[in-house]
């Protein structure tokens, strides 16, 4: 006898029906999978057999053949256990087929019949509640994550056997509930409050406008001046998650594997940290999976990258394209998949190979020919594509050991909360976020400086030997500035301050 | 042949140098002279020049080489200067001793005749060296003082720089040919001083790569070409301690500038000041009187500015040397936004100078 129910199988954060069939006919004892699986998928005859035996069901003693439909489309993952030993109780009429057919179904068997959690139920969640299925039952394990999607029916199950008494009708169960995911949403703990960080105004102040414009930032210091510590600190100043924001951000890392299934869902911006020694596959993603890389884990968050010119240069060049468009294409010789990728940069890196150049705390005894080389190792596109480049300096003694705590986090990001509110209104329907993805048309149209304001910028570049392409850099931290002020237009004071933050196109002159 | 030709000649044979030419022409008095007995008094010859150096020079001697060498010149675009050119300066010509016999050029040569001082110090010069440079050169040049230096990292290209900041003619001179422009990262800032009028010369053919015994052999020149040479930083063992010594040798002012009491770049000054070669300066004023000129008369007046009270505030804060943003930021009480902007527009009006965007201070000198 011949059954078939569905499931889903991915493609990149994308899901896809696949219709899981199994035959069973006359013949010698044999089990045999069609249909492009990987090879956990052809293990999972093994799993199958003894969850049904051990679930007390009869395993036909007869050829088997399981089908996954599209033939032509390569699945992946240990989805297929649970659909595949339905199909086969139900071909084997252990199983009422007609209840089974309005489900669908994933998981993973384990060898005495429980059903393991799997990864990208959430993209897959959402994939059938798109398909047009009304009913969805997935691992127990699973369901945190798989509770925020609405207007589909979802069942969690522990084992095979009672998944077999649901469908029966044996032992009837609700629905899971639906959550709203703004109810979970909170602030993520974060490593460092700007309370404690002593002294760094001005680091702190390019922290709280790049935040609040969602502009890249660069930290330049010695070592020791506290550039790791400030950056850490970022994430208690940032907007809190969106839902929509925080379900794309979910199904990216529920797709990776990186989700905390207690937790069902990203609950706070991202804070990826990646090694120096990482390669382009690990950041961009790859793999012959294609697997989401850093930069799309953090997606909607941070990607801090410490000591810049450590990272080998090709590695960082592949960063060009997702900081310019907010997604990156993986393309495998299977498969192709485009990953989001909007996030905001943060990087620090020393001054000079020996970390002191410019430095009061020590003189620094690099030469030029070093320092230049060092610095090549950043190419000239990728800087500029950083808004603003700060220099931090080692704290004085004398600052570290005042008593009075300096502002905390929570006040910046009020501020930081009320210019996100400004761009949000700003850009409505646009397509753009925040200030630092303006296009070129919008910079034209919201950064409209005050005469006076105009002319100002015009003598700081000629005086000052800011680079051209310097230009918008300081008119989008400029009109990020105005908003944090609560500012309509761009004035004088706002353009002033934003030319503080170019200082790699002047700094080094030998 | 005429008398150019003949040093484009000897200039190109390796071994004839200055003292063994003299020695010729103690002899024979007029290059002519000397050619019309090459061949005759080859014996004699050889004893002043060495056998090697004579084949060397024999085979050279040979109009269609000469004519070929100067057709090198020409076709790198490079113009020569020989000592019977009426434009080779008369402060190298009379220098008594290693007297190039060619001057390669581009750019300006009458710059040589003009007056001129020399800059130079320490290729790792500090920021506040650079800031003596620039406040320096800009009062030497308003005087009209020409900026002599060496196109190295450091104090000379500071001096370059400021000179064409300021407007003034500089000249560069290297160490190594004029195809090799040391170090090579210079070769934009080179051709900047060019553009500007200026003037880069070296005593080397244009393919010569430089070598450790090149730079401090240049220095007689930088030192030459100058009324006087300004020390503003230098290590014990710096090259500019080179141009000091022949700058003493061709009887020239030096003037040094005190550095930082506690930089290695005072060691240097403080040996020149204590074997007698020169004599610390505290203001550009100090080597004009030295020198005999009159501070510029109409110096650009400096604009009347409108400074409103936040950035009177920080130019308060800033009178007692250099702070940086963070402290400026605790003392002045303003906002970011106020403190970011008025910065900015001190820097502007040239009152305060910024390292990075994080170290300020005051900003003009006089």
Redesign the interface.
Known sequence: MLAKLYSFGLNGIDGFTVEVEADIHRGMPAFETVGLPDAAIKESKERVRSAIKNGRFQYPTTRITVNLAPADQKKVGSFYDLPIALCILAASEQLDYERVKEFCFLGELALDGRVRRVQGILPIAIAAKESGFRKLVIPEENLAEASFIDGIEIYGVGSLGETVAFLNGETPRAPLTHREACAVLKQGETSGDFRYIK????AK?ALEIAAAGGHNILL?GPPGAGKTMLAKALPGILPDLTPAEALETTKIHSVAGKLDYSEGIVRSRPFRTPHHTTTAAALTGGGSNAHPGEISLAHNGVLYLDELPEYDKHVLETLRQPLEDGVITVARSMRSVTYPANFMMVASMNPCPCGYY?S?KR?C?C???EI?RYLGRISGPLLDRIDL?????C?EYS?LTEPADAEDSAAVKTRVDAARARQTERFADSGVYGNAKMTSEQVRRFCALTPEAKE?LQ??FE??GLSARAYTRVLKVART?ADL?GDERVG???V????????LDK?Y?? | MTERDFFLWISGVPGWTWRRDERLKEYYGDYRHLCERWKTDRALIESALTPEVYEAADAALDPKSIAKRAEAFARAKINVLTPADELYPDSIRNMGYDVPFILTYVGNPELMSCRNVAIVGS??S??YGARMTEAFVKSLAGAGLGIVSGLA??ID??AH?AALAANAPTIAVLGSGLRHIT?P?HTELAREIVRAGGLVVSEFDPDFGGSPYSYPQRNRLIAALSEGVLLVEAGSKSGALYTVDHAVEQGKDVFLIPAELD??NFAGLKSAYESGKGNFVYAPDDVLNALGIEPAQNRPEKPVLQLDMNCQKILDSLSAGEL???SL??SAGLT??????????L??F?LIGA?????YRIGELD
Request: net charge positive.
């Open positions: 002294g760094q105004y001005f102040r330049i410019g009061k003189t005894d030469t030029p020919a230049k480049q700060v220099e931090v300096d704290v600052e100002l003598a700081a005086r000052l500035i002020a004088a004071d706002a002033m301050e934003a030319v503080r933050f170019r200082s700094k002159t030998f | 290729r790792r500090s920021a990292y450091g290209s500071h720089r170090p990262s930089s290695e940086n943003y963070d930021f605790e970011h936004s106020e403190l970011g902007a008025c910065l900015t527009k820097e502007l040239g390292r990075g965007n994080y170290y």
